[in-house]
């Protein structure tokens, strides 16, 4: 049995659950730089656990396309992930709501190409899914020893469907 899931336009307030949206809307919340740059200060909560400390790294994935299966989320219990990419196409970004220890029914949204995220610590999220080439992102996440990665495998997949 193939469950269907449509995709939304990314918004702050439908992905507030699952972390932050970081792009340049609105009012920058300084002029820098000669006054040549607006700085839109501070727009991810970034958390790497008392054991973990901030990494940068650079991913480079394959682009997929809608209709999109989707049979497993993971989740980082350790520390925030954010992905911003390093261009302009909507990608992909699939989360789903922790129902006890398990995820919920997943939410898929696309961002705009303007948009990155910032998954909070223990969100169950899907993979890197650029809709383009290149799929090239800096991702800033936790680095440490402890264990940092769930997988949930669904009995049933979902299909990810253009809205």
């Known amino acids: 049995m193939t469950r269907q899931i449509p995709t939304h336009p990314l918004t702050a307030a439908a992905f507030a659950p699952f972390g932050d949206v970081l792009d340049v809307t609105g009012a920058p919340d300084k002029i820098?730089?000669?006054g040549l740059c607006g700085r839109h200060h501070d727009r991810a909560t970034l958390d790497f656990g008392p054991q973990g400390r901030a990494g940068i790294?650079?991913?480079?994935?394959?682009?997929?396309?809608?209709?999109?299966r989707l049979d497993m989320v993971e989740r980082h219990p350790e520390g925030s992930q954010a992905f911003i990419p390093m261009?302009?196409?909507?990608f992909l970004v699939i989360v789903a709501p922790d129902a006890g220890g398990?995820?919920?029914t997943p939410l898929a949204f696309v961002t705009d190409g303007a948009q990155a995220i910032n998954l909070y610590r223990g969100t169950w999220h899907g993979v890197l899914t650029p809709?383009?080439?290149p799929g090239l992102f800096a991702v800033v996440d936790r680095i440490g020893t402890t264990a940092?990665?769930?997988e949930h495998w669904f009995d049933a997949p979902y299909t990810v469907i253009d809205l």
């Open 148 to 150: 940092n990665l769930q």
């Open 131 to 133: 809709l383009a080439a």
């Open 87 to 90: 261009h302009q196409h909507p």
């Open 32 to 34: 820098i730089n000669q």
């Open 102 to 104: 398990v995820p919920g």
């Open 57 to 68: 790294s650079l991913f480079n994935a394959e682009p997929r396309a809608l209709p999109y």
